[in-house]
């Protein structure tokens, strides 16, 4: 076990995020709780008696003062955990004007990851995607409608999303691995969370709402942490491959457009794109 890492974990005031953090905590590694609700995250934090910072995905503004703050605060970040993501039924547009799934799931901890990457590269860390089986079920990404102007669905809408955490995580490993970067995206098993309960998107809501789908069918948080805090916890490169998508501690194969570079590179261009306005300091 290698212990004193600084470890970032987004969305971490619940679920799977402030699980996985009371056990890296506990393994001696320095966590930063970042989470939504100014509430929910200070009670996390305190009870575990470690740092934190809130921040709203849905204001792209906020991942830069983030950004601003963990560089300030910590001169070394050993990992970035991009864990924050959810669902949500209606076709939604952020203050930034892009969808609300994409936007959290994917636009936001690409910007904080590109506000980071010197720190990061400095600090030879690990940034880890919390994906999902999901990605498996998406259709053909359309780089010319990230924003899902076209025909909106919920599902399809999430599914992209987690195909691009995928995406970015192979792009990422492939720009900047050679500088001394590591990534992973996960599946972190179907979880008992408030993931999806502001989402109207038909079963997801009704298996993350009603009590009796969330017994029989899904996992608990503490259970959902042990990929995030295996990958956070143990070193790349040794323990684990840098640029793989893992299911239970395993590289497995995802979504087949995940093995596109061309679409990996087009991803990552628009998306800089669509954020550059707010990257530059």
Same mark, same amino acid.
Not at 57 to 84: C, G, K, M, W
Not at 89 to 97: E, F, M, R, S, V
Not at 116 to 140: C, D, F, M, N, R
């Given at each position: ?7 970032? @974990?987004?969305?971490?005031?619940? #679920? ?8 890296? =905590? ?6 930063? @709780? ?12 305190? &009870? ?24 300030? %605060? ?6 970035? %955990?991009? &864990? %924050?993501?959810?669902?949500?039924? /209606? ?8 969808? $609300? ?22 600090? $030879? ?10 990605? $498996? ?9 990230? &924003? =899902?102007? =076209? &025909?909106?669905? %919920? ?31 996960? =599946?972190? #098993? ?11 998107? #038909? ?18 948080? /503490? ?9 956070? /916890? ?36 628009? *998306? ?6 707010? *990257?530059?300091?």
């Amino acid at each position: 076990m290698s212990t004193n890492k600084v470890i970032v @974990i987004t969305g971490s005031s619940d #679920g799977i995020g402030a699980a996985a953090a009371r056990q890296l =905590h506990e393994r001696g590694h320095r966590v930063v @709780i970042v989470g939504r609700s100014p509430e929910k995250t200070a009670a996390v934090a305190r &009870n575990l008696g470690v740092d934190s910072l809130v921040a709203d995905f849905t204001r792209l503004e906020d991942v830069r003062t983030l950004a601003s703050h963990l560089q300030d %605060a910590y001169p070394r970040i050993d990992v970035l %955990a991009n &864990n %924050a993501g959810g669902v949500f039924g /209606d076709p939604t547009k952020t203050i930034d004007g892009f969808e $609300k799934t994409f936007q959290i799931n994917h636009l936001a901890p690409f910007l904080l990851t590109n506000l980071l990457i010197e720190t990061l590269i400095e600090s $030879k860390a690990s940034v880890i995607q919390t994906s999902s089986v999901g990605a $498996k079920l998406a259709k053909a990404l359309n780089i010319d409608d990230l &924003n =899902h102007d =076209h &025909n909106f669905d %919920a599902t399809r809408a999430y599914t992209a999303a987690k195909l691009e955490n995928i995406l970015f995580t192979k792009e990422l490993h492939r720009r900047s691995h050679a500088r001394g970067i590591s990534t992973a995206a996960f =599946h972190p #098993g179907n979880i008992a969370t408030s993931f999806a309960t502001q989402s109207e998107a #038909g079963l997801m809501r009704f298996v993350a709402t009603n009590r009796v789908a969330r017994a029989v069918m899904l996992s608990t948080p /503490d259970k959902g942490a042990d990929q995030l805090v295996w990958l956070a /916890d143990k070193n790349p490169g040794t323990d684990w491959q840098s640029g793989a998508y893992y299911e239970k501690r395993k590289p497995k194969r995802t979504n087949p457009q995940a093995l596109d570079v061309r679409l990996a590179t087009e991803l990552w261009d628009r *998306s800089e794109d669509m954020t550059a306005s707010l *990257s530059q300091p």
